[in-house]
């Protein structure tokens, strides 16, 4: 029921019965337990232009009910938290070396973000209904176990367990999953592919990750380890990985790719002072081409290449209506999309190329969270019990 409304909107007790099949007293004692979990509430009167007494409208309440997401990468740990009915309450991202810094201390810092946003939510009144954390590698969903994430350099961590000994609550649901995963979930949900319901994600951060939505679900694989596209190779004399092979996808298209070709002086690993931010990389690229340097432009269009190269073969495998760019694809898309598709065009399977086309993503750097923070909202709209009473 609770999904129903969340899904259907403001509607009344009558309209509930009618469209779910439920009888009214089933639908009176069950608004009343949700009442009293604070998860719904009652408005109105509610109007519909019929003779007779006007009805009150139900609706979503999950205002003292708060969902977080988290993401750590390379150059950042984000944090975004909403309430039941997507009201947000957090919204932050913090430049962190996570590359540099090692396993420990980038958890760290995550447990430290966690604990700031759950003081936020304390001070707002907010109960905490779970949190997710999006990773940028291969994740182990079922025991919270991140088992590689090359370019943080993580191997077997497990991630539920270091945060709870580093002291979030361990009353508190946590969960783990791959951040190119949440970003697609996020996309179909609430971004500019909200509701196709076959779409690629690909995420333009220092590694290429990739989501999928297939008949409207996310398709993660057996293991939930599909899209790794980022480390297929596509060029054996190519550069060095951080998976260890030569040659990957991610090495042509990556952000880290587009700065050792854009500003070598500044790029990653060369031991000079690091921007901590990949918006701060991007303004740099930025002002170098104001500048007139011709090495931006043909940086961007050699990574444009490889994105449409490497694109023909995701549309080839998995057939999908939108690719979404995120990350800094997005914010180059003018730039990246007509030369990618010039290149999806060449090598692509004429009659699915011609139904698929590139959209930058208006969620930024923030997609992962924002998916992370709706993997909780749908375990509590799917299980309405794991949120307390507070109001018998």
């Known amino acids: 029921m609770l999904r129903h409304v969340s899904e259907r909107g403001q509607c009344s007790r009558s309209a509930v019965a ?39 409208a139900l609706t979503l309440d ?20 909403t309430d039941l009915a997507g009201r947000v309450l957090v919204d932050r991202r913090i430049g962190f070396d996570a590359m540099s810094a090692g396993t420990a201390r980038s958890l760290d810092k995550l447990a430290q973000v966690i604990g700031k946003a759950v003081a936020d939510l304390d001070r707002l009144g907010v ?25 943080l350099g993580w191997y077997r961590v497990s991630m539920v367990d270091r945060l709870v000994s580093a002291g979030i609550s361990a009353d508190v649901p946590i969960t783990i999953d791959n951040d190119a995963n949440l970003a697609a979930l996020a996309e179909y949900t609430s971004g500019v592919a909200m509701g196709t319901s076959d779409l690629v994600y690909l995420a333009g951060e220092v ?13 993660s694989g057996a293991d939930g380890f599909a899209g790794e596209v980022g480390h297929v190779m596509v060029d054996p004399s190519g550069e060095p990985c951080g998976c260890g092979s030569t040659g990957c996808w991610e090495t042509k298209v990556g ?17 000079r002072p690091l921007v901590r931010d990949p918006e701060e990389r991007l303004a740099e690229i930025e ?21 449409g190269r490497g694109t023909a073969l995701l549309i080839n495998l ?11 694809f997005a914010r180059l898309a003018d730039r990246l999309i007509p030369v990618a598709q010039t290149e999806l065009d060449r090598l692509g399977m004429t009659v699915v190329a011609d139904r698929c086309g590139f959209v930058a993503s208006t969620l ?29």
């Open 255 to 271: 952000l880290a790719a587009l700065v050792r070709m854009a500003v070598p002086d500044h790029a990653y690993g060369t031991g």
């Open 127 to 151: 109960a905490l209904a779970g949190i997710t954390v999006a990773v940028p590698g291969l994740v182990d969903a079922a025991t919270g176990t991140v088992v590689v994430a090359p370019n």
């Open 318 to 328: 998995f057939n999908p209506r939108i690719v979404v760019l995120g990350g800094y």
């Open 18 to 56: 009618v469209e779910t099949g439920l009888n009214k007293t089933t639908v009176t004692s069950l608004v009343g337990e949700l009442q009293a979990r604070g998860l719904l509430k009652e408005i109105g009167p509610q109007r519909a232009g019929s003779v007779g007494r006007p009805s009150r």
């Open 207 to 219: 590694g290429v990750g990739c989501g999928i939505i297939a008949g409207g679900r996310p398709f």
């Open 287 to 307: 002002q170098r081409r104001a500048e007139g340097d011709p090495r931006v432009d043909a940086a961007i269009a050699e990574v444009g290449r490889w994105l």
């Open 364 to 392: 930024g750097f923030g997609a992962a969270s924002r998916g992370a923070v709706n993997v909780v909202i749908q375990r509590v709209l799917s299980d309405p019990t794991t949120i307390a009473i507070r109001h018998p």
């Open 62 to 81: 999950g205002s003292g009910v708060g969902a977080l997401g988290l993401e750590v990468n390379v150059d950042y740990v984000a944090a975004f938290a």
